[in-house]
Structures are given as C-alpha cells and as structure tokens.
C-alpha cells in the first residue's frame, strides 16, 4: 500500500515567504498607485480673511493662495475658485507672483500684488510654476453689493520627471470674504 510522503520541510516554509513575498510587493504597489495618482504639491492654506466693506468700486483685492513648498516645478492645467456665496457676482482672476511671500499680504487691496511680485503673469493653461518661488495670487472683483466668500481654489497640474510625471487636483482651502456696498 502506498504511504503518503509529507512534503520536504523546506517546501513549507518557500510557500510562506513566497507569501509574505507577495503581499509586500501588493502593498507597496498599493502605496505607489495612490502616491502617484494623489500628489501633493500645495498644501492646505488654510487662512482666514475679511476684508471691511467697501464701495463695489474700491472692493477688490488680491489675496495669496499657495504658499511656499519645497517642490519642483509644475504645469498648471486649470485654477478655478469655490466659492461658499457669491451675492456680489464677483469675478476672480488668477495670477503668478515671483517676490517674497513674506512682504505679499494676504489680503491687499487690488494692484498692490504688483508692487511685491515681479512678474505678476497671468495663471492660464500651461503656465509653469515653481512652488519654491512663486505663489499663486487671487483678484476677487465684486461687480455688485454683496458678499465674495472664496472658501477654496481648485488647482489642476502636471509635474515633472523627478516626480514621475503625476497629474492632480488639489484644493487649497481659505475662507476670504470681501464685502462690497
């Protein structure tokens, strides 16, 4: 009658690491997956601002939304505004500041941003920045009395090689309100 062998101690003990061999390289693919489908390039802003009212045509003002990061350069693809109330049907325009983040307050009045930023350029489609120097500025222009409440600035980009060509969107979040008479 024949017996069955039980098989050779090392069998067992491949089949284990193989195992353990296999879920490391899933979790670690895992990880790789969402660091890269998840970048993270601007971080959370999270200021708040209020600025007094003013008449509609003196309500303007330019404000800082990304700060400094030690990240390598970026192509944005969009920036758009998310607003929490916008009774004063006001506009945003998106622009790129070269200068020193310390001197560029956070809520200045409008064309102020100019005098610390050199360039102010526009932030379309394809304008390149680098975190380590420039900042991305927002001119809230109320058209009407009411109340701007930004409450965040979606910014969609490409990065470069050394970040393995990711592609995001992050929101930066604020509340900066401005209120026109």
């Given at each position: 009658m024949p017996t069955l062998e039980s098989a050779a101690p090392g069998t067992l003990q491949r089949q284990v690491v193989v195992g353990l061999v296999l879920v490391a390289?899933?979790?670690?693919l895992g990880f790789g997956v969402r660091w890269w489908t998840h970048p993270s390039v601007f971080g959370d802003g999270g200021f708040d601002f209020r600025a007094l009212p003013q008449p509609v045509a003196h309500s303007a003002r330019d404000l800082q939304v990304t700060f400094s990061a030690d990240e390598?350069?970026?192509t944005l693809e969009g920036v758009e505004?998310?607003?929490a109330d916008n009774t004063a049907r006001a506009t945003v325009?998106?622009?790129v500041c070269r200068g020193d983040s310390h001197r560029l307050a956070i809520g200045a009045p409008a064309g102020?941003?100019?005098i610390v930023?050199?360039?102010l350029r526009p932030a379309v489609e394809g304008t390149r920045i680098d975190p380590r120097q420039e900042y991305v500025v927002a001119t809230i222009t109320p058209t009407a009395a009411g109340v701007a409440r930004l409450v965040g600035v979606r910014l969609t980009y490409a990065t470069g090689a050394s970040?393995?060509?990711q592609r995001g969107t992050e929101v930066v979040h604020l509340d900066a309100t401005v209120v026109a008479r």
């Amino acid at each position: 009658m024949p017996t069955l062998e039980s098989a050779a101690p090392g069998t067992l003990q491949r089949q284990v690491v193989v195992g353990l061999v296999l879920v490391a390289v899933i979790v670690a693919l895992g990880f790789g997956v969402r660091w890269w489908t998840h970048p993270s390039v601007f971080g959370d802003g999270g200021f708040d601002f209020r600025a007094l009212p003013q008449p509609v045509a003196h309500s303007a003002r330019d404000l800082q939304v990304t700060f400094s990061a030690d990240e390598q350069p970026v192509t944005l693809e969009g920036v758009e505004p998310v607003w929490a109330d916008n009774t004063a049907r006001a506009t945003v325009a998106f622009s790129v500041c070269r200068g020193d983040s310390h001197r560029l307050a956070i809520g200045a009045p409008a064309g102020d941003a100019e005098i610390v930023c050199d360039p102010l350029r526009p932030a379309v489609e394809g304008t390149r920045i680098d975190p380590r120097q420039e900042y991305v500025v927002a001119t809230i222009t109320p058209t009407a009395a009411g109340v701007a409440r930004l409450v965040g600035v979606r910014l969609t980009y490409a990065t470069g090689a050394s970040r393995l060509f990711q592609r995001g969107t992050e929101v930066v979040h604020l509340d900066a309100t401005v209120v026109a008479r």
